[in-house]
């Protein structure tokens, strides 16, 4: 189990069938946490448990005090401790109430569901384009993932993969895109262009990156990235989708850069 | 390097010629003034000697002094190419013949240099900004356009050889520009 | 938005109606157009006859040539007349050049076509070597035809496969990018990047042919011609697709020649200009092609005026195999490059046009400027010429004719 330099392949173990489906995803890097943690930035990677962040929901109560918990905010199960641990992930897909709601079996069907039909808009604005659709093609078929039709409408868009460079211009109609798709709605910010600005970051006429403008849950960096990496990148989306790990139901995150950098 | 196109050059347009007509590889340049740039374009058109039926290229330049529009022609009757700097127009406000009763073509060129430099094309009947949004009212591509975090005029600057612009004078750090243009 | 026309009595208006609320929001959001008209050709424009209507096609749509927004004044399906709006991808290459070093110039411009990215870094390779006076080594001018060669291949499939995406079929774009994945894999060997390859340096290139390359191209070359015929067989002969495109975007060779009209598309309307033989550079005159011509002008002779062109390309590839001389491939030049001022002008013959770079440097070790001169951008300009007095099925159609590449366009 160890390899030549004598390290543990963490992925080889508990590896069931299916990509992501199971006790292990395998797209995870030791870093990540899978965790209900929507306002919090992870800094650092430390196995000290962070304090968690318990929003409480005033959006809707419930007629009887008593019921769900009567009012105590439920156990967190994201703990360090139980990462590795098979407790972490239940069948019924059990998650810490931070909005005291518990997801049932059929939630966990439908997060399925989603994941593996995730239909892309068609916003390809440059060079990234051309590996989104090289992506969409043959060789790298992104139809083995549910994800042909890519969509002209963004009115039947689940994703919005933004493959290349976002200029002043252009901003405005995509912000205006991304508005117009209906929830459940994911975003992923595909080069160097959109995560950060890239190549063109002095530039007068570019966005730095469009976690400026709208929440962006996948980072593909690369310029362009390989239709592998891009593939990467939606297999990361399709498990957020399942751990109900994205910026949707939570949403209204708001640019992870602040606004006068 | 065609030294024939250059004798046949300097014999028709000698009057309205500023300074010598310089060749360098396979490149011959002229250089005129804003006022004869109409006479000088249709007679290398149509000349049956000139003949310089394609226009590869119309730029406009930002010289720090002064604005200039470059034209580059090919000809079948010759193997340079030949380059027409129109220099003179000033930075304030530079107004030059358009092309486009020439070439159709040349209409979005001429719209392109007047959205970077400002240089206003008489004759084109389309002359508005082409890249930037319409309501935009800075020139991009002219020397005094610096973004407001630009490196080169950080008090950190001239660390690197990268990090300094052309001018030398320019090398205090840069007040924020609030969107009025030149 | 309709137009003041008077609309005859007894026509219930949904602004008539107390009972609709109507979002007066949304006509303050983009009205068409966004400000008072000013030139006189967008006054033309800008002015609606009887019954004619504005269409908005906007910067995202699903024609995959990037983000051009196209207003069309549309008189029931029939265009009238059209007003591009540029800009959405416009980045400021030549203002981030001038505050580059040159060799920084040259990975600065591999997006401008992204599709054809090798001879973007030609043209300003070649006008710095003009500057500096440099002589390029034999093996690597070979080396650049080469390379630009399977690359005008790899981006002349994929016009195939948007043309036929434009039209409608979507099947021959599985196949364009089946022969572009295999040859930019190739490109990958070669260069180490699948699309913006940042290849060319000055005075040469950056990597000489491995063995990786040469396999991959030997094994691919011996069933190139085949496999393009059977791809292309999939259009040439498909009576809808022939149907459709012919008599589409018919352009008479003077006009062509007025709206500056280069490459293909030029050579379609029979002129047979193309910079290869019109002005000689790296080792063209020692290699033998022809350069195909057509006379109809519409976007069948395009097409298959590029079908053609690739089977130039593969036997200007095999001449290049043969005569592929030894020795270094990069001039000996400082790190530092300081060319003495001057001005330099390097066009070569993109898969689209004529790409043109004049640079202009002022003996500082970034250029002065840096004009880029893109074919795409020349060629949608005559769109205006083009498209009116077609039906509006067939707008994209003419455009992915005219094969524009929107980075370019925008730079």
């Given at each position: 189990?160890?390899?030549?330099?004598?390290?543990?392949?963490?992925?080889?173990?508990?590896?069931?069938?299916?990509?992501?489906?199971?006790?292990?995803?395998?797209?995870?890097?030791?870093?990540?946490?899978?965790?209900?943690?929507?306002?919090?930035?992870?800094?650092?990677?430390?196995?000290?448990?962070?304090?968690?962040?318990?929003?409480?929901?005033?959006?809707?109560?419930?007629?009887?005090?008593?019921?769900?918990?009567?009012?105590?905010?439920?156990?967190?199960?994201?703990?360090?401790?139980?990462?590795?641990?098979?407790?972490?992930?239940?069948?019924?897909?059990?998650?810490?109430?931070?909005?005291?709601?518990?997801?049932?079996?059929?939630?966990?069907?439908?997060?399925?569901?989603?994941?593996?039909?995730?239909?892309?808009?068609?916003?390809?604005?440059?060079?990234?384009?051309?590996?989104?659709?090289?992506?969409?093609?043959?060789?790298?078929?992104?139809?083995?993932?549910?994800?042909?039709?890519?969509?002209?409408?963004?009115?039947?868009?689940?994703?919005?993969?933004?493959?290349?460079?976002?200029?002043?211009?252009?901003?405005?109609?995509?912000?205006?895109?991304?508005?117009?798709?209906?929830?459940?709605?994911?975003?992923?910010?595909?080069?160097?262009?959109?995560?950060?600005?890239?190549?063109?970051?002095?530039?007068?006429?570019?966005?730095?990156?469009?976690?400026?403008?709208?929440?962006?849950?996948?980072?593909?960096?690369?310029?362009?990235?390989?239709?592998?990496?891009?593939?990467?990148?939606?297999?990361?989306?399709?498990?957020?989708?399942?751990?109900?790990?994205?910026?949707?139901?939570?949403?209204?995150?708001?640019?992870?850069?602040?606004?006068?950098? | 390097?065609?030294?024939?196109?250059?004798?046949?050059?300097?014999?028709?347009?000698?009057?309205?010629?500023?300074?010598?007509?310089?060749?360098?590889?396979?490149?011959?340049?002229?250089?005129?003034?804003?006022?004869?740039?109409?006479?000088?374009?249709?007679?290398?058109?149509?000349?049956?000697?000139?003949?310089?039926?394609?226009?590869?290229?119309?730029?406009?330049?930002?010289?720090?002094?002064?604005?200039?529009?470059?034209?580059?022609?090919?000809?079948?009757?010759?193997?340079?190419?030949?380059?027409?700097?129109?220099?003179?127009?000033?930075?304030?406000?530079?107004?030059?013949?358009?092309?486009?009763?020439?070439?159709?073509?040349?209409?979005?060129?001429?719209?392109?240099?007047?959205?970077?430099?400002?240089?206003?094309?008489?004759?084109?009947?389309?002359?508005?900004?082409?890249?930037?949004?319409?309501?935009?009212?800075?020139?991009?591509?002219?020397?005094?356009?610096?973004?407001?975090?630009?490196?080169?005029?950080?008090?950190?600057?001239?660390?690197?050889?990268?990090?300094?612009?052309?001018?030398?004078?320019?090398?205090?750090?840069?007040?924020?520009?609030?969107?009025?243009?030149? | 938005?309709?137009?003041?026309?008077?609309?005859?009595?007894?026509?219930?208006?949904?602004?008539?109606?107390?009972?609709?609320?109507?979002?007066?929001?949304?006509?303050?959001?983009?009205?068409?157009?966004?400000?008072?008209?000013?030139?006189?050709?967008?006054?033309?424009?800008?002015?609606?006859?009887?019954?004619?209507?504005?269409?908005?096609?906007?910067?995202?749509?699903?024609?995959?040539?990037?983000?051009?927004?196209?207003?069309?004044?549309?008189?029931?399906?029939?265009?009238?007349?059209?007003?591009?709006?540029?800009?959405?991808?416009?980045?400021?290459?030549?203002?981030?050049?001038?505050?580059?070093?040159?060799?920084?110039?040259?990975?600065?411009?591999?997006?401008?076509?992204?599709?054809?990215s090798l001879?973007?870094?030609?043209?300003?390779?070649?006008?710095?070597?003009?500057?500096?006076?440099?002589?390029?080594?034999?093996?690597a001018?070979?080396i650049r035809?080469l390379a630009g060669e399977l690359n005008?291949?790899?981006?002349?499939?994929?016009?195939?496969?948007?043309?036929?995406?434009?039209?409608?079929?979507?099947?021959?774009?599985?196949?364009?990018?089946?022969?572009?994945?295999?040859i930019v894999e190739m490109l990958a060997a070669l260069t180490g990047q699948r699309?913006?390859f940042n290849y060319f340096?000055?005075?040469?290139v950056n990597g000489d042919l491995n063995h990786d390359f040469l396999s991959r191209l030997?094994?691919w070359?011996?069933?190139?011609?085949?496999?393009?015929?059977?791809?292309?067989?999939?259009?040439?002969?498909?009576?809808?697709?022939?149907?459709?495109?012919?008599?589409?975007?018919?352009?008479?060779?003077?006009?062509?020649?007025?709206?500056?009209?280069?490459?293909?598309?030029?050579?379609?309307?029979?002129?047979?200009?193309?910079?290869?033989?019109?002005?000689?550079?790296?080792?063209?005159?020692?290699?033998?092609?022809?350069?195909?011509?057509?006379?109809?002008?519409?976007?069948?002779?395009?097409?298959?005026?590029?079908?053609?062109?690739?089977?130039?390309?593969?036997?200007?590839i095999?001449?290049?195999?043969?005569?592929?001389?030894?020795?270094?491939i990069?001039?000996?030049?400082?790190?530092?490059?300081?060319?003495?001022?001057?001005?330099?002008?390097?066009?070569?013959?993109?898969?689209?046009?004529?790409?043109?770079?004049?640079?202009?440097?002022?003996?500082?070790?970034?250029?002065?400027?840096?004009?880029?001169?893109?074919?795409?951008?020349?060629?949608?300009?005559?769109?205006?010429?083009?498209?009116?007095?077609?039906?509006?099925?067939?707008?994209?159609?003419?455009?992915?004719?005219?094969?524009?590449?929107?980075?370019?366009?925008?730079?």
């Open positions: 189990m160890t390899d030549d330099l004598g390290r543990r392949d963490p992925r080889r173990e508990d590896v069931t069938g299916g990509l992501g489906v199971g006790t292990r995803d395998v797209t995870a890097l030791p870093g990540d946490r899978s965790g209900n943690e929507p306002g919090a930035l992870v800094v650092g990677t430390g196995t000290a448990v962070a304090e968690p962040l318990v929003v409480r929901n005033d959006l809707w109560l419930p007629v009887d005090p008593a019921a769900y918990g009567g009012g105590r905010p439920a156990e967190i199960t994201h703990l360090a401790e139980l990462e590795h641990d098979e407790r972490q992930r239940r069948d019924d897909a059990r998650w810490s109430g931070l909005l005291e709601v518990i997801p049932t079996k059929a939630d966990y069907v439908i997060d399925l569901l989603r994941a593996n039909s995730l239909w892309p808009l068609l916003s390809g604005l440059a060079c990234c384009a051309i590996e989104m659709m090289s992506f969409a093609t043959s060789k790298n078929d992104i139809d083995r993932w549910g994800a042909f039709p890519f969509r002209a409408s963004p009115r039947q868009a689940d994703v919005l993969i933004v493959a290349g460079t976002l200029t002043t211009k252009m901003a405005g109609p995509l912000l205006r895109l991304w508005e117009q798709m209906p929830e459940p709605k994911w975003c992923v910010a595909m080069g160097d262009c959109t995560c950060s600005g890239g190549r063109y970051k002095r530039s007068y006429s570019t966005v730095e990156g469009i976690d400026r403008i709208m929440p962006v849950d996948v980072y593909v960096p690369g310029c362009p990235p390989r239709p592998e990496g891009l593939i990467f990148g939606m297999m990361k989306l399709q498990q957020l989708v399942k751990d109900r790990r994205g910026h949707w139901p939570e949403r209204a995150i708001g640019p992870t850069v602040p606004a006068d950098v | 390097m065609d030294r024939a196109l250059k004798a046949r050059l300097e014999s028709r347009f000698a009057d309205v010629l500023q300074g010598d007509v310089r060749q360098r590889h396979d490149q011959t340049e002229i250089r005129i003034a804003a006022g004869s740039v109409s006479d000088v374009l249709r007679a290398l058109h149509d000349e049956p000697e000139l003949r310089f039926v394609v226009l590869a290229d119309l730029a406009g330049v930002d010289t720090g002094r002064e604005m200039q529009v470059t034209y580059h022609l090919w000809s079948e009757t010759t193997r340079d190419w030949l380059r027409v700097i129109v220099e003179g127009l000033s930075r304030d406000d530079p107004r030059i013949p358009s092309a486009t009763f020439l070439w159709q073509g040349a209409e979005w060129m001429e719209r392109e240099a007047y959205d970077m430099f400002g240089i206003i094309f008489e004759g084109n009947r389309d002359l508005r900004r082409i890249y930037m949004p319409p309501d935009y009212t800075s020139f991009p591509l002219r020397k005094d356009f610096y973004l407001a975090d630009d490196a080169a005029r950080s008090p950190g600057a001239g660390v690197r050889h990268m990090e300094r612009t052309h001018d030398p004078a320019d090398a205090g750090p840069a007040p924020l520009r609030t969107g009025t243009g030149t | 938005m309709a137009t003041t026309a008077s609309v005859p009595p007894g026509t219930h208006r949904s602004t008539d109606d107390p009972n609709v609320l109507i979002d007066d929001e949304y006509a303050l959001y983009e009205p068409i157009p966004p400000y008072p008209p000013r030139t006189e050709r967008e006054l033309e424009f800008y002015t609606p006859g009887d019954g004619q209507l504005y269409l908005n096609m906007g910067p995202q749509h699903p024609s995959t040539h990037g983000v051009l927004r196209v207003v069309l004044k549309l008189d029931g399906e029939r265009v009238i007349d059209i007003d591009p709006v540029l800009g959405y991808l416009h980045r400021g290459v030549e203002k981030l050049c001038e505050n580059a070093d040159y060799h920084q110039t040259i990975s600065q411009v591999d997006p401008l076509e992204y599709v054809s001879f973007m870094e030609w043209a300003p390779v070649m006008a710095y070597e003009k500057l500096l006076d440099v002589e390029v080594p034999r093996r001018e070979y035809v005008r291949i790899a981006s002349h499939a994929l016009f195939m496969g948007w043309l036929a995406l434009d039209l409608g079929g979507l099947t021959p774009i599985l196949y364009s990018f089946i022969e572009r994945d295999e699309m913006l340096r000055i005075g040469g030997g094994d070359m011996s069933r190139a011609v085949n496999q393009i015929e059977a791809n292309l067989g999939l259009l040439n002969e498909n009576e809808i697709f022939v149907r459709r495109a012919r008599g589409l975007g018919v352009m008479d060779s003077e006009t062509a020649l007025r709206y500056l009209w280069t490459g293909p598309n030029l050579r379609a309307t029979g002129l047979p200009f193309d910079v290869r033989r019109a002005h000689p550079y790296s080792v063209y005159p020692e290699l033998e092609f022809d350069i195909p011509t057509r006379s109809e002008g519409d976007s069948l002779a395009r097409y298959l005026l590029r079908v053609e062109e690739i089977k130039q390309s593969l036997r200007i095999d001449q290049c195999l043969e005569q592929m001389p030894d020795g270094p990069m001039a000996k030049l400082p790190r530092l490059l300081r060319p003495r001022p001057g001005r330099a002008w390097a066009a070569v013959e993109a898969p689209r046009g004529l790409f043109g770079v004049y640079a202009i440097s002022d003996g500082s070790d970034q250029p002065f400027r840096m004009r880029i001169h893109d074919p795409s951008f020349i060629h949608l300009q005559s769109m205006a010429h083009l498209l009116p007095g077609h039906l509006l099925a067939d707008t994209m159609a003419i455009m992915a004719s005219l094969d524009p590449v929107m980075g370019g366009v925008d730079k």
